[in-house]
């Protein structure tokens, strides 16, 4: 049963464990009766891998089940280019239901810099999400 | 009751002998659970804690909703489930509201949870499901195991909510359910006992250990049965990359 694919839901594709973390943090923010409506995979094991996995198997049940949504929680590592890369990778008519997020460079750089653990992180993001503010999300690291 | 006696210090503090009523307490009745029983004594409040822990491995093949009475403590293979909701309920009728929420989310065409009497102080469980196809009323026995274990997670999200706060140590809770489904149940405990309470999980399941962190993750390793257990916390032990790839490789070692 799962999640409900004939409601609105969201998978979140991580490339590893700090961002599968991070997701877990922001799902933890989630109203339990929401609850079911997000669900993270598992990690892909690097942000090409992420973009290869979404392709590979994803694009084609986010043409069966229009409800879905995606995030992909990569890491840019300072590149510019990496978020037109990914964009590149994700078709046209999907572009509206999925999501490219990450940190700028990595995580851990996060982590480092005192925000927190990565599921503190995380939730902090969540309640700027539902509190419509603005104070996690405006780090220059994100 | 002989006599009863606390001494601290070897100096009496209280005594009593046989035949002697305290206060209203009867002259058969050992008094000192009832005297030390103050809501502000730290003992009786750590012992109060202690009684509500809930330690679980349940075994679904055990499980009938039979009850005959009902209890706040169910075993840890939970065979008592039937009596537990019982208690529950009676505890706090607004623990069915939590029960149901919960359930509804997991199982859609849940309608009903009924607890009716067959016999002389004697009850069971049934669950009513029903969808625009019509309605069915199994037995409780009859569900899944997975379906088993919802029920007692929504018991344990409501026992949580009213009478706890309660330590929950739950061994596998992974067990018997649906490899889509595991996220969602540790997710849902671990949010329910994020104000209030304690969730502790053992798991060698991929989808549940991936819903903690090294911050809330202790790992458990012996390298023989004549060695004690060593316990870490994962943020102490350097794991490279992939965490479940590392423990599929047994290279996580405290």
Redesign the interface.
Known sequence: ????KHLPHVLVLPE??AN??LA??F??Q?D??R??RM??L??A?GWNEVLEHFVADHIREMDLHTRRFMVLLIDFDGQDERLANARSRIPERLRDRVFILGAWSEPEDLKSAGLG???IIGSALARDCREETDVAWSHELL | MSEEKVQFGGQPVYTREVGRTYGQIDSQLVALPIIQGSALDPTSLFRYWLAQMLILRPMPSLISGGSKGDTLEPDAQVTNLGAWFSGLMAHAPSAYAEVESYLKQVMPDLNDIKNPVIGRDARSLVVQFSSEQGGVTPPFEDLSDGEQCYMICALVLAANKVHGPVLCFWDEPDNFLALSEVGHFVMALRKAFQFGGQFIATSHNPEAIRRFSDENTLVLYRSNHLEPTRVRSLKDIQVGGDLVGALIRDDVEP
Not at chain 1, 1 to 4: D, E
Request: net charge negative; hydrophobic share 30%.
């Open positions: 049963m799962s999640v409900n590893d464990d599968s973390r877990n943090g799902q933890l989630i339990p009766a609850l079911r669900q993270v598992p990690v094991g653990t990565y599921e």
